[in-house]
């Protein structure tokens, strides 16, 4: 059965997933690359980004876990692109290269509409501008009975949950402190909405946790 999931989602100490003043020469915002410092020396990400080498154990699991198992994504328009507002043109095609590390079809939420981007590797952003229902029923079928994969960002993530349509959440807690960012719970009582521990490790660079309903 398919499961709404958020995986590899790094947040800071003080609970933000991102910095501030997110931008084209800043993607994450302002220090936002400390988040995901736990992943980089991973045998995963080293692959994706093809290197070889990387190391094993519990920081690798998790984040080989973080893009294993999904038929489908879906991305807040942040994540996608710095471009806000209407789309000047067709140019801006993701942060990623011309093979983004999603190899399925990735349903981006927008107010502006856009047709589909065939990328190599299998990846097609697919642009949804009727809300984040409308996305998820889309990513479902689409994910022909694998999971879906709520992408982010911190913003994206908050409406899912909010809507009680994310079924399990892993974050990663890295020792960093921000100050101020993209806020990942803040204003969100997780037990009201039936959210509760099942799992928790901790390494030497990270927290991890996963929150289960």
């Given at each position: 059965?398919t499961k709404?999931?958020?995986a590899?989602?790094?947040?800071?100490l003080?609970g933000?997933?991102?910095?501030?003043?997110?931008r084209?020469?800043n993607?994450?915002?302002?220090?936002?690359?400390?988040?995901h410092?736990w992943?980089f020396?991973?045998?995963?990400f080293?692959?994706?980004i093809?290197?070889?080498?990387?190391?094993?154990g519990v920081?690798?699991?998790?984040?080989?876990r973080?893009?294993?198992?999904?038929?489908?994504?879906?991305l807040?328009?942040?994540?996608?692109?710095?471009?806000?507002?209407?789309?000047?043109?067709?140019s801006?095609?993701?942060w990623?290269?011309?093979?983004?590390?999603?190899?399925a079809?990735?349903?981006?939420?927008?107010?502006h509409?856009?047709d589909p981007?065939?990328?190599?590797?299998g990846?097609?952003f697919?642009?949804?501008?009727?809300?984040?229902?409308a996305?998820?029923?889309?990513?479902?079928?689409?994910?022909?009975?694998?999971?879906?994969k709520?992408?982010?960002?911190?913003?994206?993530?908050?409406q899912?949950?909010?809507?009680?349509?994310?079924?399990e959440l892993?974050?990663?807690?890295?020792p960093?402190?921000?100050?101020?960012?993209?806020?990942?719970?803040a204003?969100i009582?997780?037990?009201?909405?039936?959210?509760?521990?099942?799992?928790?490790?901790?390494?030497d660079?990270?927290t991890?946790?996963?929150?289960?309903?």
């Open positions: 059965m709404v999931r958020v590899g989602f790094s947040i800071s003080d933000f997933g991102a910095g501030p003043e997110q084209l020469e993607p994450l915002g302002k220090r936002g690359e400390e988040l410092e992943m020396g991973t045998r995963m080293r692959a994706m093809g290197q070889d080498g990387g190391s094993d920081d690798q699991a998790y984040a080989h973080s893009m294993d198992g999904f038929g489908a994504f879906i807040g328009r942040n994540m996608f692109g710095p471009i806000r507002g209407s789309w000047p043109d067709e801006w095609t993701g990623w290269g011309d093979n983004p590390p999603y190899h079809p990735t349903f981006v939420l927008t107010h509409p856009r981007i065939e990328m190599d590797g990846t097609t697919i642009f949804v501008t009727e809300g984040i229902e996305a998820l029923q889309k990513a479902r079928l689409a994910a022909q009975g694998r999971d879906v709520i992408g982010g960002g911190a913003a994206t993530v908050r899912y949950l909010l809507a009680g349509l994310i079924d892993h974050v990663a807690l890295s960093v402190v921000l100050g101020q960012g993209e806020a990942m719970f204003g009582d997780l037990p009201a909405l039936g959210y509760r521990v099942t799992e928790h490790q901790a390494t660079h990270a991890h946790i996963v929150l289960s309903r």
